[in-house]
């Protein structure tokens, strides 16, 4: 089955910079859209960065200008740039994966079908 693997998170001052990355095994299709959800205690899941397969990206307002999601098809592993940290950026950050993609507009919102179990990053 399809796995998602992520790595890269930690802890950070603020205005320091992080960068993700997600290994992606299993999956067999050249089709796809991919996203960076973030979750923080006592807060709603939120997406922040999403990919698809054409390049296309996505981002929430509040990163939006910090935060730069990028992906290498030959390896197989999807990034996330994050800079200009601030402590509220302090989550969980998940990767995801879906083969059957909305359009674009809905792709922060997606329920993906795939996720990666996490990776703690902490501002501060």
């Known amino acids: 089955h399809v796995q998602l693997v992520e790595s890269g998170g930690g802890s950070v001052q603020t205005e320091g910079s992080l960068r993700l990355s997600c290994a992606v095994s299993?999956?067999?299709?050249?089709?796809?859209?991919m996203g960076w959800i973030r979750q923080a205690p006592g807060k709603e899941r939120e997406g922040v960065a999403a990919?698809?397969?054409?390049?296309?990206?996505s981002y929430a307002e509040s990163v939006k200008g910090r935060f730069t999601i990028s992906n290498d098809n030959a390896k197989h592993t999807l990034y996330l740039q994050m800079n200009s940290l601030i402590p509220e950026d302090t989550a969980i950050y998940y990767c995801?994966?879906?083969?059957?993609?909305?359009?674009?507009?809905?792709?922060?919102?997606?329920?993906?079908?795939?996720w990666g179990q996490g990776t703690q990053v902490t501002v501060s």
């Open positions: 990919i698809g397969s054409d390049g296309s990206t």
């Open positions: 299993r999956y067999l299709y050249s089709n796809y859209c």
């Open positions: 995801a994966l879906e083969g059957f993609c909305p359009p674009q507009k809905w792709w922060l919102r997606l329920n993906y079908k795939y």
